[in-house]
């Protein structure tokens, strides 16, 4: 329900000059959004329902998740955040029923940051425990829910909404209740390609409604029964065990290099606990119910050939590229490439002997196809896009989005990211070394 205005407020307007064009910074808006990181920032505890919503490059809805989050921040205790409901998960047939707590072991923003997972795995009817590293199970939830599920209020160690408070257009959309609080929508036009629509509480200054852009591609989180007043128990972070179910811990994952890259090791921990099983040639081992351990091919495997059609009309074979390191981010139109590894593609893309293309799976015909072409051509990211690349990631073993694979001058794997990665990393990953 659209409210209007409660009072009139003068709003002071600045002008700036980006990429040689003038563009509009609505003070008052600029000091909401600043208002929002601060109060996002100095949370010590939250309960809310978040769900997110990716719609398709052709603008159709696409998958949703609706979880219940449960944060404490406290300064005396580590950062506990529990995740319950149902969420979307890519790869895995549609939305699981999940109950996940993540329990931070370092300083959020440390590198790596360290976490102690505990999950509810329905399959195996067991409450597993594991910490993250070496691309373990434990990962592969603080991907899923950290980045996917918090959106504004992850704790990654960065400013909240430090690219927006940069945006080269802020601009005051309307006042519009969310969930009975009402809230100012703001327009963020970040850098001419990417935009930013947020609805900030007037009273409490958190975010109830978030939603990232490019071109065609989306996606968005509305957050719904907010509360900050009551801390939570232990008792309301802590993943049950169901009756029938027993607890176990996993081994602590350390990275183990495979004596053959034809006959990988399982991983410590590994699915279903089965130390003895030896998974296909080349491969991680597929998971079973919830547990999606880490894809991609190890490293020495080699790549499989492959050839795609390009934005450009063009078609891009892997056999031309023989010689030259090749990065292939996947992507798909719920989870789109962000700003920040967009700019890492397009540095190592730069370089003389490393070719880097985006691969856009899931597409639903020529629509979808017809709007990456269009991002591309609008946003000029400086990297090519691929179009329909679903059956070269089942062949890489991709079994979420965004990942990376990079591919040495010789044809095999040198190494694989899932989620986003720095530009340092990817740099490294594509160096002689």
């Known amino acids: 329900m659209s409210l209007t205005r409660f009072a009139f407020v003068p709003v002071a307007t600045v002008l700036v000059f980006a990429a040689?064009?003038?563009?509009?910074?609505?003070?008052?808006?600029?000091?909401?959004?600043?208002?929002?990181?601060?109060?996002?920032?100095?949370?010590?505890?939250?309960?809310?329902?978040?769900?997110?919503?990716?719609?398709?490059?052709?603008?159709?809805?696409?998958?949703?998740?609706?979880?219940?989050?449960?944060?404490?921040?406290?300064?005396?205790?580590?950062?506990?955040?529990?995740?319950?409901?149902?969420?979307?998960?890519?790869?895995?047939?549609?939305n699981k029923d999940v109950d996940v707590l993540i329990v931070a072991q370092d300083a959020p923003g440390a590198s790596p940051a360290r976490r102690l997972i505990t999950w509810r795995d329905?399959?195996?009817?067991?409450?597993?425990?594991?910490?993250?590293?070496?691309?373990?199970?434990?990962?592969?939830?603080?991907?899923?829910?950290?980045?996917?599920?918090?959106?504004?209020?992850?704790?990654?160690?960065?400013?909240?909404?430090?690219s927006e408070i940069r945006g080269r257009s802020i601009e005051v959309v309307e006042t519009k209740e969310f969930d009975g609080v009402p809230c100012q929508v703001i327009k963020v036009d970040v850098d001419g390609k990417l935009t930013r629509t947020l609805a900030i509480g007037l009273v409490d200054k958190l975010p109830r409604f978030y939603e990232r852009r490019l071109g065609g591609l989306a996606q968005n989180w509305t957050f719904t029964k907010v509360s900050t007043d009551k801390a939570p128990t232990a008792k309301d972070l802590e993943v049950a065990t169901p009756k029938g179910f027993t607890a176990q811990?996993?081994?602590?994952?350390?990275?183990?290099?495979?004596?053959?890259?034809?006959?990988?090791?399982?991983?410590?921990?590994?699915?279903?606990?089965?130390?003895?099983?030896?998974?296909?040639?080349?491969?991680?081992?597929?998971?079973?119910?919830?547990?999606?351990?880490?894809?991609?091919?190890?490293?020495?495997?080699?790549?499989?050939?492959?050839?795609?059609?390009?934005?450009?009309?063009?078609?891009?074979?892997?056999?031309?590229?023989?010689?030259?390191?090749?990065?292939?981010?996947?992507?798909?139109?719920?989870?789109?490439?962000?700003?920040?590894?967009?700019?890492?593609?397009?540095?190592?893309?730069?370089?003389?002997?490393?070719?880097?293309?985006?691969?856009?799976?899931?597409?639903q015909g020529d629509a979808d196809v017809a709007a990456i072409k269009k991002t591309w051509a609008d946003s000029n990211p400086g990297f090519p896009a691929l179009v329909n690349g679903d059956d070269l990631a089942s062949q890489l073993n991709i079994r979420g989005f965004p990942s990376v694979i990079v591919i040495s001058p010789d044809g095999t794997v040198k190494q694989f990211f899932e989620g986003d990665v720095t530009a340092d990393k990817l740099a490294d990953a594509t160096s002689a070394k």
């Open 249 to 363: 811990r996993l081994a602590d994952p350390t990275p183990v290099a495979p004596k053959n890259p034809a006959q990988p090791a399982n991983p410590p921990g590994g699915p279903a606990g089965e130390p003895g099983k030896t998974p296909p040639a080349g491969t991680t081992p597929k998971g079973t119910g919830l547990r999606n351990p880490p894809g991609g091919l190890i490293p020495g495997a080699a790549a499989p050939a492959w050839e795609l059609a390009s934005v450009d009309n063009s078609t891009v074979k892997s056999a031309d590229l023989k010689g030259k390191t090749v990065v292939l981010a996947f992507f798909g139109p719920q989870f789109p490439l962000s700003s920040s590894m967009s700019t890492a593609l397009q540095k190592v893309s730069s370089e003389s002997n490393t070719k880097a293309f985006g691969v856009a799976c899931r597409l």
């Open 122 to 162: 329905d399959t195996l009817k067991k409450v597993l425990t594991q910490p993250t590293g070496a691309n373990s199970v434990s990962d592969i939830w603080v991907s899923r829910l950290e980045r996917l599920v918090l959106g504004p209020f992850e704790p990654n160690g960065k400013t909240p909404f430090e």
């Open 20 to 94: 040689g064009l003038m563009a509009q910074v609505d003070a008052a808006a600029k000091q909401m959004i600043e208002d929002a990181s601060k109060a996002v920032s100095e949370l010590q505890h939250v309960t809310m329902t978040v769900k997110t919503s990716q719609p398709g490059a052709g603008g159709a809805a696409g998958p949703s998740s609706e979880v219940a989050v449960t944060m404490l921040k406290g300064k005396e205790t580590p950062l506990q955040t529990r995740y319950k409901g149902s969420l979307f998960i890519v790869g895995e047939g549609g």
